[in-house]
T-cell receptor, first 114, second 113 residues
């Protein structure tokens, strides 16, 4: 079975540019999560969706960050404008809705803002 | 709000040594507990999970964890580590019927051949 697929794997861009990260969850999973991982803060939940609807975006750091899930098989996380402090690894994860189901993580996008 | 504490930030062991990584959570109700492993440069992978029943849970690669409700703990153990176990280990909790998972800050394990 295909796992969670994220693209790109690496992104290097200059400060001020728009960055779009993409995620395809595991087919049939109705929850999708976006995390950010840094050395300083560890793994932080940014936002999660249930059946394409954002449920909790309290972890989104600022208005520069936005996330969408237009359908069950695709989500984007956008940063506009990007800043050097946004440099991190961004993970997408998906899960089934049953209470005891774990999250399955993608390989992540390593983002560097110069 | 739920929280997870991993007190060991960095552990160094020799091969064949026994491992125990501590994890404590704060939430008084029903919980699901997880241990994930992240090998260098890779994504998080599930090692094991607890949701009910036998408090001693066995996972992949010889790992196990014990849920002790009275201590709010879910410590990870392995009797004999290998160099290939070098990775970062994350404890996580899901509670209250919500899908939101709270992760600990992680423990970096370095196994010396």
């Amino acid at each position: 079975d295909a796992g969670v697929i994220q693209s790109p794997r690496h992104e290097v861009t200059e400060m001020g540019q728009e960055v779009t990260l993409r995620c395809k969850p595991i087919s049939g999973h109705d929850y999708l999560f976006w995390y950010r991982q840094t050395m300083m803060r560890g793994l932080e939940l940014l936002i999660y969706f249930n059946n394409n609807v954002p449920i909790d975006d309290s972890g989104m750091p600022e208005d520069r960050f936005s996330a969408k899930m237009p359908n069950a098989s695709f989500s984007t996380l956008k940063i506009q404008p990007s800043e050097p402090r946004d440099s991190a690894v961004y993970f997408c994860a998906s899960s089934l809705s049953a209470y005891n189901q774990p999250q399955h993580f993608g390989d992540g996008t390593r983002l560097s803002i110069l | 709000a739920q929280s997870v504490s991993q007190h060991n930030h960095h552990v160094i062991l020799s091969e064949a040594a026994s491992l125990e990584l501590g994890c404590n959570y704060s939430y008084g109700g029903t919980v699901n507990l997880f241990w994930y492993v992240q090998y260098p440069g890779q994504h998080l992978q599930l090692l094991l999970k607890y949701f009910s029943g036998d408090p001693l849970v066995k996972g992949i690669k010889g790992f196990e964890a014990e849920f002790i409700k009275s201590k709010f703990s879910f410590n990870l153990r392995k009797p004999s580590v290998q160099w290939s176990d070098t990775a970062e280990y994350f404890c996580a909790v899901k509670s209250g019927g919500y899908q939101k998972v709270t992760f600990g800050t992680g423990t970096k394990l370095q196994v010396i051949p």
